[in-house]
């Protein structure tokens, strides 16, 4: 019942909005979902605006598992990974939550021959953003599955860990 509420209320405010992308109606539809679930997600917690948080998506190819980035006030830097479970049981795939914190790593240390033209749009306010030490960051795992596995969970504490070493409260 939740999933279907969700879609619905996706549909609603993003239908207009969000694209997906895909070889066939379902892919498209699946994907339209995973998009709009970050919006959502960043109007929801990090007070992005609509038009903000469709601007935040970077999905697609060479997003090096980072599919939204918001720079919202306050000087936080929101980074996202998204995936829609139909079922709403399971948990994302492993290797692509270690590609997400890799990307985390690799977007921080300015590495952007790393991620696609989406992204690389936005490095100029980026690396702004990361060269003031005010700026803080969030990184959100959205899903539609279930419960997270502690090998999950173990990559973005050793995220976490080795971020926060200089700084307790930047990531």
């Not at 690799?106 to 490095?123: I, P, T």
């Amino acid at each position: 019942i939740e999933i279907e509420v969700l879609c619905k209320r996706l549909a609603s405010d993003f239908g207009s909005v969000v694209t997906g992308q895909g070889g066939n109606d379902m892919e498209r539809e699946r994907n339209f979902r995973t998009r709009a679930l970050l919006a959502f997600v960043l109007v929801q917690q990090a007070g992005a605006t609509i038009e903000e948080a469709v601007g935040a998506i970077v999905d697609g190819g060479g997003d090096h598992g980072i599919d939204a980035v918001h720079l919202a006030a306050g000087n936080t830097l929101w980074l996202l990974q998204s995936k829609y479970i139909d079922a709403a049981i399971g948990e994302p795939d492993l290797g692509d939550v270690h590609k997400f914190c890799t990307g985390v790593r690799d977007l921080l240390a300015q590495r952007w021959v790393r991620f696609n033209a989406s992204l690389n749009h936005k490095k100029d306010r980026l690396t702004r953003a990361l060269d003031d030490e005010t700026w803080r960051v969030q990184v959100l795992l959205v899903h539609t599955g279930g419960a997270i596995s502690d090998d999950r969970r173990n990559l973005f504490a050793d995220l976490e860990r080795d971020l926060n070493a200089g700084n307790p409260d930047f990531l």
